[in-house]
């Protein structure tokens, strides 16, 4: 995923937001694992009425803000780095 490119061409609708989803796994109907499958984070539309306490918003340095679900418990009071190098990223503490 590019996010950059996915950031440029997201034409937000009334009540939702660019956001990041964690997808930790991805299953076919009878309940094994899709094929190529890998988890990580998936970029899309998602309803402002379903961000949470959990969720944080990311502010890139050209100032662009979107909202992502940690993976994880993070610590609300450090500053994370997201690094958009390359058609992938990563989120990791400054």
């Given at each position: 995923m590019n996010l950059r490119r996915e950031l440029a061409t997201f034409e937000p609708r009334p009540?939702?937001?660019?956001a990041?989803?964690?997808m930790f796994r991805f299953t076919?109907?009878?309940?094994?694992?899709?094929?190529?499958?890998r988890p990580g984070f998936?970029?899309?539309s998602w309803p402002r009425k379903n961000?949470?306490?959990s969720w944080l918003v990311a502010e890139?340095?050209?100032?662009?803000?979107?909202?992502f679900?940690?993976?994880?418990?993070?610590?609300?009071?450090?500053?994370?780095?997201?690094?958009t190098v390359g058609p992938l990223f990563s989120?990791?503490?400054?």
């Open positions: 009540g939702q937001v660019f990041l989803i964690y076919n109907p009878d309940g094994t694992p899709v094929d190529g499958f998936a970029a899309g961000i949470g306490p890139l340095a050209d100032g662009t803000e979107f909202c679900r940690p993976r994880g418990d993070w610590n609300l009071h450090q500053n994370y780095l997201v690094d989120i990791q503490a400054e």
